[in-house]
Protein backbone atom coordinates (compact mmCIF):
# COMPACT_ATOMS: atom_id res chain seq x y z
CA UNK A 1 0.00 0.00 0.00
CA UNK A 2 1.30 3.49 -1.01
CA UNK A 3 1.91 6.57 1.29
CA UNK A 4 -1.41 9.01 0.65
CA UNK A 5 0.65 12.41 -0.53
CA UNK A 6 -0.79 15.82 0.57
CA UNK A 7 -0.64 18.58 -1.77
CA UNK A 8 -0.92 22.10 -0.47
CA UNK A 9 -1.52 23.85 -3.28
CA UNK A 10 -3.33 27.13 -4.89
CA UNK A 11 0.00 28.95 -4.41
CA UNK A 12 -0.88 29.17 -7.55
CA UNK A 13 -3.44 26.97 -9.09
CA UNK A 14 -1.14 26.60 -12.19
CA UNK A 15 1.52 24.93 -10.53
CA UNK A 16 -0.95 22.62 -8.66
CA UNK A 17 -2.08 21.33 -11.98
CA UNK A 18 1.61 20.64 -12.65
CA UNK A 19 1.80 18.73 -9.50
CA UNK A 20 -0.77 16.23 -9.84
CA UNK A 21 -0.21 15.33 -13.20
CA UNK A 22 4.15 15.31 -13.20
CA UNK A 23 3.18 12.41 -9.90
CA UNK A 24 0.15 10.35 -11.99
CA UNK A 25 2.63 10.69 -15.15
CA UNK A 26 5.60 9.74 -13.51
CA UNK A 27 3.94 6.46 -11.97
CA UNK A 28 2.78 5.50 -14.96
CA UNK A 29 6.15 5.98 -16.88
CA UNK A 30 7.55 4.25 -14.04
CA UNK A 31 4.94 1.28 -13.53
CA UNK A 32 3.14 0.94 -16.53
CA UNK A 33 -0.18 0.80 -14.81
CA UNK A 34 -2.84 3.07 -13.17
CA UNK A 35 -2.39 1.77 -9.36
CA UNK A 36 -0.83 5.49 -8.41
CA UNK A 37 -0.68 6.94 -5.25
CA UNK A 38 -3.65 8.60 -3.50
CA UNK A 39 -3.55 12.06 -3.78
CA UNK A 40 -5.26 14.98 -1.88
CA UNK A 41 -5.28 18.52 -2.27
CA UNK A 42 -5.92 21.18 -0.39
CA UNK A 43 -5.92 24.50 -2.23
CA UNK A 44 -6.06 27.84 -0.31
CA UNK A 45 -7.00 31.10 -1.34
CA UNK A 46 -3.93 32.72 -3.30
CA UNK A 47 -4.65 36.06 -2.55
CA UNK A 48 -4.56 35.96 1.26
CA UNK A 49 -0.78 34.78 1.14
CA UNK A 50 0.02 37.78 -1.11
CA UNK A 51 -1.70 40.00 0.83
CA UNK A 52 0.54 39.14 3.62
CA UNK A 53 3.83 39.12 1.32
CA UNK A 54 3.31 42.38 0.78
CA UNK A 55 3.23 43.12 4.47
CA UNK A 56 6.33 40.70 4.93
CA UNK A 57 3.07 39.12 7.05
CA UNK A 58 5.06 35.57 7.71
CA UNK A 59 4.02 35.08 10.89
CA UNK A 60 0.56 34.53 9.61
CA UNK A 61 1.75 32.90 6.43
CA UNK A 62 3.65 30.60 9.12
CA UNK A 63 0.46 30.03 11.16
CA UNK A 64 -2.23 29.31 8.10
CA UNK A 65 0.65 26.71 6.72
CA UNK A 66 0.57 24.97 9.63
CA UNK A 67 -3.47 25.20 9.61
CA UNK A 68 -3.57 23.70 6.32
CA UNK A 69 -1.10 20.84 6.85
CA UNK A 70 -2.73 20.01 9.57
CA UNK A 71 -6.44 20.01 7.67
CA UNK A 72 -4.29 17.24 5.28
CA UNK A 73 -3.59 15.05 7.91
CA UNK A 74 -6.85 14.70 8.90
CA UNK A 75 -8.55 13.94 5.92
CA UNK A 76 -5.72 11.28 5.13
CA UNK A 77 -2.60 11.98 4.20
CA UNK A 78 0.39 10.38 5.01
CA UNK A 79 2.73 13.47 4.31
CA UNK A 80 2.79 16.29 2.65
CA UNK A 81 4.61 19.02 0.16
CA UNK A 82 4.33 22.56 -0.18
CA UNK A 83 3.90 23.08 -3.64
CA UNK A 84 5.31 25.93 -4.04
CA UNK A 85 9.29 27.76 -3.57
CA UNK A 86 8.40 30.77 -1.92
CA UNK A 87 6.79 29.98 0.97
CA UNK A 88 9.58 27.17 1.81
CA UNK A 89 11.37 30.56 3.38
CA UNK A 90 9.34 29.48 6.89
CA UNK A 91 9.37 25.81 5.84
CA UNK A 92 11.24 24.69 9.05
CA UNK A 93 9.19 26.68 11.24
CA UNK A 94 5.83 24.72 9.10
CA UNK A 95 7.75 21.68 9.43
CA UNK A 96 8.35 21.64 13.75
CA UNK A 97 4.16 21.70 13.95
CA UNK A 98 3.31 19.76 11.40
CA UNK A 99 1.72 16.65 12.56
CA UNK A 100 2.78 14.79 9.28
CA UNK A 101 6.59 14.49 7.68
CA UNK A 102 6.97 17.16 4.99
CA UNK A 103 9.27 17.07 2.01
CA UNK A 104 11.49 19.97 1.02
CA UNK A 105 11.67 21.53 -2.46
CA UNK A 106 14.73 23.27 -1.58
CA UNK A 107 16.55 20.06 -0.72
CA UNK A 108 15.34 18.18 -3.18
CA UNK A 109 16.40 20.33 -5.31
CA UNK A 110 20.10 20.92 -4.11
CA UNK A 111 20.24 16.76 -4.22
CA UNK A 112 19.44 17.18 -8.08
CA UNK A 113 21.92 19.39 -8.38
CA UNK A 114 24.39 17.39 -6.55
CA UNK A 115 23.80 14.65 -8.88
CA UNK A 116 24.92 16.53 -11.71
CA UNK A 117 28.15 17.68 -10.35
CA UNK A 118 27.09 21.18 -10.64
CA UNK A 119 28.83 24.05 -8.14
CA UNK A 120 27.28 27.05 -9.09
CA UNK A 121 23.72 27.80 -9.85
CA UNK A 122 21.57 30.48 -10.84
CA UNK A 123 18.81 31.11 -9.65
CA UNK A 124 15.15 32.64 -10.67
CA UNK A 125 12.14 33.25 -8.70
CA UNK A 126 10.35 35.51 -7.00
CA UNK A 127 11.70 38.10 -5.54
CA UNK A 128 11.50 36.90 -2.40
CA UNK A 129 13.26 33.31 -3.35
CA UNK A 130 15.53 35.19 -5.11
CA UNK A 131 16.94 37.93 -2.85
CA UNK A 132 15.82 36.52 0.82
CA UNK A 133 18.44 34.37 2.39
CA UNK A 134 16.67 30.74 2.53
CA UNK A 135 16.99 29.27 -1.06
CA UNK A 136 21.03 30.29 -0.64
CA UNK A 137 21.36 29.13 2.44
CA UNK A 138 19.34 25.68 1.68
CA UNK A 139 21.64 25.35 -1.26
CA UNK A 140 25.17 26.69 -0.30
CA UNK A 141 24.75 23.39 3.00
CA UNK A 142 25.15 21.04 -0.23
CA UNK A 143 28.56 23.02 -1.67
CA UNK A 144 26.14 24.70 -4.20
CA UNK A 145 26.68 28.48 -5.11
CA UNK A 146 23.85 30.66 -6.13
CA UNK A 147 23.95 33.57 -8.72
CA UNK A 148 20.56 35.58 -8.80
CA UNK A 149 20.16 38.52 -12.09
CA UNK A 150 20.30 42.03 -11.24
CA UNK A 151 17.61 44.28 -9.50
CA UNK A 152 15.80 45.26 -12.67
CA UNK A 153 16.12 41.75 -14.32
CA UNK A 154 14.65 40.83 -10.19
CA UNK A 155 11.71 43.16 -10.63
CA UNK A 156 10.87 42.06 -13.64
CA UNK A 157 10.90 38.32 -13.39
CA UNK A 158 8.53 38.82 -9.86
CA UNK A 159 5.91 40.97 -12.10
CA UNK A 160 6.02 38.58 -14.72
CA UNK A 161 5.62 35.64 -12.03
CA UNK A 162 2.59 36.96 -10.23
CA UNK A 163 1.04 39.19 -13.10
CA UNK A 164 0.94 36.75 -15.79
CA UNK A 165 1.90 33.25 -14.95
CA UNK A 166 0.13 33.11 -12.20
CA UNK A 167 -3.32 33.97 -14.33
CA UNK A 168 -1.88 31.39 -16.66
CA UNK A 169 -0.77 34.12 -18.86
CA UNK A 170 2.03 32.94 -21.43
CA UNK A 171 3.61 35.77 -23.60
CA UNK A 172 6.37 35.50 -26.09
CA UNK A 173 8.01 38.65 -25.03
CA UNK A 174 8.32 37.32 -21.48
CA UNK A 175 9.86 33.85 -22.65
CA UNK A 176 12.54 35.76 -24.58
CA UNK A 177 13.28 38.37 -21.74
CA UNK A 178 13.74 34.82 -19.51
CA UNK A 179 15.70 33.49 -21.98
CA UNK A 180 18.25 36.40 -22.07
CA UNK A 181 18.30 36.71 -18.35
CA UNK A 182 19.09 32.83 -18.26
CA UNK A 183 22.34 33.39 -20.91
CA UNK A 184 23.57 36.48 -18.87
CA UNK A 185 23.49 34.13 -15.75
CA UNK A 186 25.25 31.41 -17.81
CA UNK A 187 27.56 34.39 -18.79
CA UNK A 188 28.33 34.91 -15.30
CA UNK A 189 29.36 31.54 -14.87
CA UNK A 190 26.21 29.72 -13.60
CA UNK A 191 26.48 25.87 -14.74
CA UNK A 192 22.16 25.04 -13.88
CA UNK A 193 19.74 27.32 -13.57
CA UNK A 194 17.17 26.47 -11.20
CA UNK A 195 13.75 27.37 -12.08
CA UNK A 196 12.78 28.77 -8.77
CA UNK A 197 9.43 29.53 -9.16
CA UNK A 198 6.72 26.74 -9.58
CA UNK A 199 5.12 28.60 -12.73
CA UNK A 200 7.91 29.46 -14.90
CA UNK A 201 8.01 25.88 -16.27
CA UNK A 202 4.62 27.16 -18.19
CA UNK A 203 7.32 29.75 -20.05
CA UNK A 204 10.71 28.26 -20.03
CA UNK A 205 11.16 24.62 -21.50
CA UNK A 206 14.21 22.84 -20.75
CA UNK A 207 14.39 21.61 -24.41
CA UNK A 208 15.07 25.12 -25.62
CA UNK A 209 17.89 25.88 -23.08
CA UNK A 210 21.47 24.88 -23.57
CA UNK A 211 22.16 25.45 -19.86
CA UNK A 212 21.05 23.04 -17.60
CA UNK A 213 17.72 23.33 -16.16
CA UNK A 214 16.44 22.59 -12.83
CA UNK A 215 12.69 22.66 -12.68
CA UNK A 216 11.85 22.80 -9.12
CA UNK A 217 8.29 21.66 -9.62
CA UNK A 218 8.82 18.35 -11.39
CA UNK A 219 11.90 17.31 -9.24
CA UNK A 220 9.88 18.22 -5.64
CA UNK A 221 6.75 15.52 -7.18
CA UNK A 222 9.20 13.16 -8.41
CA UNK A 223 10.46 13.04 -4.90
CA UNK A 224 7.14 12.38 -3.08
CA UNK A 225 6.13 9.92 -5.70
CA UNK A 226 9.47 8.68 -5.08
CA UNK A 227 8.31 8.59 -0.65
CA UNK A 228 5.31 7.30 -1.80
CA UNK A 229 5.89 4.50 -2.96
CA UNK A 230 8.79 3.13 -0.94
CA UNK A 231 8.13 1.00 1.82
Not at 3 to 8: E, F, N, S, T
Not at 23 to 40: A, K, N
Not at 62 to 85: K, P, S
Not at 100 to 111: G, K
Amino acid sequence: MYKKIGILGGLSPESTVIYYLRIVRRYQELFGDHSYPEIIIYSVSFQKFIDWMAKDGWDEITEELIRNIRNLAAAGADFALIATNTMHLVFDRVEESSPIPLISIVDATAEAIRKEKINTVGLLGTAFTMEKAFYREGLAKYGIETLVPEKTDRDYINRVIFEELCRGIIRDESRNSFERIIRELTERGAEGIVLGCTEIPLLIDEKDISTRIFDTAKIHADKALEFAVKT
